[in-house]
């Protein structure tokens, strides 16, 4: 079992940063691969970024590479998401969520993962 609670969301200006935090309870954390998902009102959940539960690998949607940076630090039971060059539309309710799945494209899902955050909502200004 993994409980997952996001922080670090608010009000930016376009152009500004960010950093969302997700703390884990649990001894299992550094076994999950850990995702960033995200949900603008009347659309659907998307993929925002990925990480292994090494924290070697990491994926990214096309539209934050660049710009977002996801990383982890497993003593701490912690997964971060640096956004940077914020724009608005990337103002939406931010997920974090772990999974066990270790496929490419399965962590992309939002479907394969299994425990999930509250979300924290993220509001760029323009």
């Known amino acids: 079992q993994v409980q997952l609670v996001e922080s670090g969301g608010g009000l930016v200006q376009a152009g500004g940063s960010l950093r969302l935090s997700c703390a884990a309870s649990?001894?299992?954390?550094?076994?999950?691969?850990m995702g960033w998902f995200r949900q603008a009102p009347g659309k659907e959940r998307e993929f925002v970024a990925a990480?292994?539960?090494?924290?070697?690998?990491?994926y990214y949607a096309d539209f934050v590479k660049g710009r977002f940076t996801i990383s982890r630090d497993n003593a701490k039971n912690t997964v971060y998401l640096q956004m940077n060059s914020l724009k608005p539309e990337d103002t939406a309710l931010y997920y974090c969520?772990?999974?066990?799945?270790?496929?490419?494209?399965?962590?992309?899902?939002?479907?394969?993962?299994?425990?999930w955050g509250q979300g924290t909502w993220v509001t760029v200004s323009s």
């Open positions: 969520a772990a999974t066990p799945r270790v496929l490419v494209n399965r962590l992309k899902r939002w479907q394969e993962y299994d425990y």
């Open positions: 649990g001894r299992t954390f550094s076994s999950y691969a």
């Open positions: 990480i292994r539960w090494s924290g070697a690998n990491t």
